[in-house]
């Protein structure tokens, strides 16, 4: 037993200090992460100014965790030749844009002090495979209601509030 001197405090055995440490870590994560998840219905975006003329190319989708907490890519087309699903939003910063992959889409940005949301969405409807058709209704419904979205350079990450992840790469963008 280590001796005790009147300003020493006893020694924690090595596997007490090792769970010790991981529960205050774990206590310090969700506290911190806390601050970073948008409550429910929460629209948190850049300013619309930042994404003002810019293409945007879907190159992930994560579905929700399953029930052993593994996130799951959606398997999306990919590359020009495959019609990829696209998103633009305009010079003005008062529109957004793109491609489903089949069909074309529009809607209107509106923006205030929670961040910007879409409205309006409207598409083409031209008949395509089922499997892209699901997709296409998946992808119109994650763009109506999502939670947040988040720009780290070239990625743009939109997340739904069923914590489904769709990951896009900045593209050129083609000015008319």
């Given at each position: 037993?280590?001796?005790?001197?009147?300003?020493?405090?006893?020694?924690?055995?090595?596997?007490?200090?090792?769970?010790?440490?991981?529960?205050?870590?774990?206590?310090?994560?969700?506290?911190?992460?806390?601050?970073?998840?948008?409550?429910?219905?929460?629209?948190?975006?850049?300013?619309?100014?930042?994404?003002?003329?810019?293409?945007?190319?879907?190159?992930?989708?994560?579905?929700?965790?399953?029930?052993?907490?593994?996130?799951?890519?959606?398997?999306?087309?990919?590359?020009?030749?495959?019609?990829?699903?696209?998103?633009?939003f305009d010079a003005n910063g008062q529109r957004v844009s793109g491609s489903t992959g089949c069909n074309r889409f529009t809607a209107e940005l509106d923006e205030d002090s929670r961040g910007f949301s879409l409205s309006k969405i409207a598409s083409?409807?031209?008949?395509?495979?089922?499997?892209?058709?699901?997709?296409?209704?998946?992808?119109?419904?994650?763009?109506?209601?999502?939670?947040?979205?988040?720009?780290?350079?070239?990625?743009?990450?939109?997340?739904?509030?069923?914590?489904?992840?769709?990951?896009?790469?900045?593209?050129?963008?083609?000015?008319?």
């Amino acid at each position: 037993m280590p001796k005790k001197t009147p300003y020493s405090h006893p020694t924690i055995p090595a596997p007490r200090r090792l769970f010790l440490a991981f529960f205050l870590f774990g206590i310090g994560l969700m506290v911190g992460c806390a601050n970073v998840i948008p409550p429910c219905g929460a629209k948190i975006s850049p300013p619309s100014s930042e994404l003002r003329n810019t293409r945007w190319e879907l190159t992930r989708w994560n579905l929700p965790p399953n029930s052993k907490g593994e996130v799951r890519a959606r398997q999306i087309p990919q590359g020009e030749a495959s019609n990829p699903i696209q998103i633009a939003f305009d010079a003005n910063g008062q529109r957004v844009s793109g491609s489903t992959g089949c069909n074309r889409f529009t809607a209107e940005l509106d923006e205030d002090s929670r961040g910007f949301s879409l409205s309006k969405i409207a598409s083409t409807k031209m008949a395509c495979a089922p499997q892209r058709m699901e997709l296409e209704n998946d992808f119109l419904y994650q763009l109506n209601d999502y939670r947040s979205i988040i720009r780290n350079g070239d990625q743009l990450l939109m997340i739904g509030n069923d914590r489904e992840v769709l990951s896009f790469t900045q593209r050129q963008s083609t000015n008319k």
